[in-house]
């Protein structure tokens, strides 16, 4: 089971905070640890960890030989990490983070830190479309972009149909009634009819 996904920067400031299991302790003390896990390893080291570490913050496991894993993939100034269970396959995760990543990509064309700090409810509803509860649901790119494209325009259809002032003829919510912005357009290009 995946029980956190975190993105955060070169400097340790989270840009993503997901869990997915109730935490001991704050979610910024679990951040500052995982950062001081990772950032401390050199680049030529695998890409997951054992974290015993982590027992205090997310609890011990039930059975004793099994710890908290720590997968990550660094990407430019960029961390996407992920606490995992030893039930998940840590390759597995590595493909995962690269399908999130992807998506991102998709998304924002060529994502940047910026893009999680102004756009975080859509980066939110990517990893919905990803991970649920903390199972994967979907791994195939095309098909989390797609649905993250339809809900996008599900989005604009309903504001443009319950904002009186948008541009175009709004919607059905109208029901044929002249908005102020186009009785205002048509008096000024001449178009009214009298």
Not at 56 to 62: E, S, T
Not at 88 to 117: H, K, M, T, W, Y
Request: with cysteine; charged share 20%; net charge negative.
């Amino acid at each position: 089971m995946i029980h956190a996904v975190l993105i955060f920067n070169t400097s340790g400031i989270p840009r993503l905070t997901k869990f997915y299991t109730p935490l001991h302790q704050s979610s910024q003390t679990v951040v500052q640890k995982i950062f001081s896990l990772i950032s401390v390893r050199p680049a030529g080291l695998c890409n997951f960890l054992d974290a015993p570490e982590l027992e205090a913050f997310l609890g011990p496991k039930d059975d004793s030989n099994e710890r908290w894993r720590v997968v990550y993939r660094n990407y430019a100034t960029l961390y996407f990490v992920f606490v995992v269970d030893g039930g998940e396959s840590e390759l597995g995760i590595l493909d995962l983070i690269q399908v999130f990543v992807e998506a991102l990509d998709r998304s924002f064309e060529n994502v940047c830190e910026l893009d999680l700090v102004f756009h975080f409810d859509e980066v939110h509803h990517i990893l919905a479309e990803i991970i649920q509860g903390g199972l994967v649901l979907e791994t195939n790119v095309e098909e989390i972009n797609s649905s993250v494209k339809s809900a996008l325009k599900a989005r604009k259809d309903s504001f443009m149909s319950s904002n009186p002032l948008a541009l175009g003829s709004g919607g059905s919510r109208n029901g044929g009634l002249q908005t102020h912005l186009n009785w205002l357009t048509d008096r000024l290009t001449g178009v009214s009819g009298r």
